[in-house]
């Protein structure tokens, strides 16, 4: 458990809340710009028309 400076225990409402992977929506976090630096090549992120679902293609120039 935290402790203050005084070594006293830290009360729960002090510390900042724990946000789990998990409770993130993919799109927030499936960038365009994150996933082409992981990737090391331009990508791009849509939506996939029918389902919703995150779609991460290698950007082709038009």
Do not use: I, K
């Not at 724990?18 to 992981?38: Q, Y």
């Not at 992120?45 to 120039?61: E, K, L, S, Y």
Request: charged residues 20%; contains cysteine.
């Amino acid at each position: 458990m935290p402790r203050t400076a005084t070594g006293t225990p830290e009360p729960a409402e002090a510390r900042a809340p724990v946000t789990s992977p998990l409770t993130v929506p993919p799109e927030v976090v499936f960038t365009e710009e994150l996933l082409s630096d992981v990737y090391d090549q331009a990508v791009e992120v849509f939506p996939h028309p029918c389902t919703g679902a995150v779609v991460v293609t290698p950007h082709r120039p038009a």
